[in-house]
């Protein structure tokens, strides 16, 4: 469950203050939400506050339980977090070795970490893959190994921050099903209105406010009428 | 594999070098440098460069792979032992040139026959007793396995800057090369730090729980 009371963010910007999120407050309880709004429009620093990577200026952000800002470590060990751009996420050599980082601070013995990083792989479709350099990997491989990487520590919540937007369509397929089988509450930032459509409630923002909060057709109807808009 | 796989990367196999201990390969691995300085004279160099490349052949590295990886050090080793074959004489390039290029290949097949995470281990139990005067053992292993991940990575940014620069016709001005490469890298070092963030690396292990 993530509570968001007033939860705001307001950044100095030269001498004046730029809000990238507005005093926002709702409680997400359902196994899958979107975040859908147009580039810049405040998701990702929404998103950003789940799991303290972005810390709220104003306000108070409470996830499983835990004050997102007294508790962040322990935040962090329970919400798993994909990003973009998975380069930026994969930082071991191999692949295995990228999923068996994921394992060091809750699995020490080595093997163990091994078996457990290669037993993920195989769950989505990279075991022949265990011993591949990253950067030899394809974009839709490597997201599905920075995926993986999140899995691995199996996250009570997972937040995507627009998971698919860098791949085609077949990936994208591969990574949506994925995500749609995953047992954790997923918060899945997204431009892809048929993924969203496919939550259990959908927030649009706009402008660094949630301007709609509802059922997936209902706000993604709105969210089309929005951008039509001149 | 490609010419931007660092040239140490990790190659499975089960040679008598990838099943020596792991202890017996660092400890060789520093045992050749204090030989080199100790060794004098091109003959002795060039001995210990053919018995390092003899260790390469039987951890079984591929050889035009390790060729490409150690290339650069390759064309350092021979501007060096040039230039000090015409200040102080053919005997003492051919030493520097040797010992160097022997360094660069023992490592390689070091890294080429050790996982990185058992390099990261081993560093962290190295580290360890460091933590007292204020070393993070586990800070510092990461680090290294970074610089091996950031060197490919590294090379493609610059390859894409290079053709960035290329499609706008500016190819010969370095500024429109270097300026974008140093911002670009900025971006994803922050990129990478914030993914590590999220993954909780960095932070104290005893905020996370252990599974059996």
Known sequence: MIELDAAGVTV??????????HPTTCTLTERRVALIGANGSGKSTLARLVNGL???????????????????????????????DPDAQLVMPTAVEDVALSLRASVRDARERDARARAVLARIGLAGHAETPVHALSGGQKQLLALAGVLATEPEILVCDEPTTLLDLRWRRV?????????AQVLLVTHDLDAAARADRVLVVDGGRVVVDGPPLDAVAEYRDRMAAP | MSWLDPAGLYRPGTSLVHRAPLWLRLGGLAALGVAL??????????AVLAAVIGLAALARLPWRATLRGVLPA?????????????????????????????????????????RADVLLDAAVRTLRPLRRVGVDPEAVSLAISLMLRTMPA???????????ARARGLERSPRALLVPLAVRTV????????????????????????RS
């Not at chain 1, 949506?176 to 047992?183: I, Y």
């Not at chain 2, 300085?37 to 060039?46: E, F, I, Q, T």
């Not at chain 2, 690396?201 to 005893?206: C, D, I, K, N, R």
């Open chain 1, 12 to 21: 100095r910007s030269g001498d004046a203050d730029r809000v990238l999120l």
């Open chain 2, 187 to 210: 971006g994803r070092a922050r990129a990478t730090g914030e993914a590590l963030a999220a993954r909780g690396l960095g932070e104290t292990p005893a905020d996370r729980p252990v």
């Open chain 2, 154 to 164: 590294l090379a493609t940014l610059a390859g894409e800057t290079r053709d960035a």
């Open chain 1, 54 to 84: 972005r810390p709220v200026t104003s306000g108070r952000v409470r996830t499983l339980g835990l004050d997102v800002a007294t508790h962040g470590p322990q935040v962090r060990a329970r919400v798993g977090f994909v990003f973009t």
């Open chain 2, 74 to 114: 390759l064309v350092t080793a021979v501007l060096v032992a040039a230039y000090q074959t015409w200040q102080r004489g053919w005997e003492v390039g051919v030493e520097v040139g040797a010992d160097l290029l022997s360094l660069v290949l023992a490592a390689t097949v070091v890294t080429a026959t050790t």
């Open chain 1, 175 to 183: 990574v949506d099903g994925l995500l749609d089988e995953v047992d």
């Open chain 2, 37 to 46: 300085v100790v060794l004098r004279g091109p003959w002795s160099a060039l």
